[in-house]
């Protein structure tokens, strides 16, 4: 992944950041510190995780960990909408339509970061052959 793809990956990032942020203030009060900041505190390893591979000269380990703190993110992300915090899951009309366009939309940006990482880690292992 070349220098112009890892500011893409960053720049679309920290976009994903803020609105997951904007999100995760619509979660009952009761889960401020519980789940809500449990995804916040996987968003931001994330986030770490994607300067660290960046700066480490040997990353294919900080990129494998980054590939999996980032499933982590999307399971809690996942576990969240299941238990209706994205908004009314079991009421119907426009609270359940909130909730699903929500999750729908945080969801979209968690895959498109899944991909462009599932891609610099798969030119991190190509390097790696090559160098062989």
């Not at 992944?1 to 893409?8: P, V």
């Not at 986030?47 to 990129?63: D, G, N, P, V, W």
């Not at 399971?75 to 909130?98: C, H, N, T």
């Not at 895959?111 to 190509?126: A, K, N, P, V, Y």
């Amino acid at each position: 992944m070349g220098l112009h793809s890892e500011a893409a990956l960053d720049r679309r990032y920290v976009q994903f950041a803020a609105q997951l942020n904007i999100y995760l203030n619509h979660f009952p009060k009761h889960e401020k510190y519980g789940l809500a900041q449990q995804i916040r505190n996987a968003c931001y390893d994330v986030y770490a995780l994607i300067i660290e591979t960046q700066k480490r000269y040997h990353k294919k380990t900080a990129a494998t960990n980054l590939d999996i703190r980032h499933e982590q993110l999307r399971m809690l992300i996942r576990l969240a909408y299941e238990l209706g915090y994205f908004g009314s899951v079991r009421g119907a009309g426009k609270d359940e339509e909130r909730a699903l366009k929500r999750y729908a939309h945080i969801s979209e940006r968690v895959d498109e970061i899944g991909r462009m990482i599932g891609g610099w880690l798969r030119d991190i292992r190509s390097e790696q052959r090559d160098a062989s």
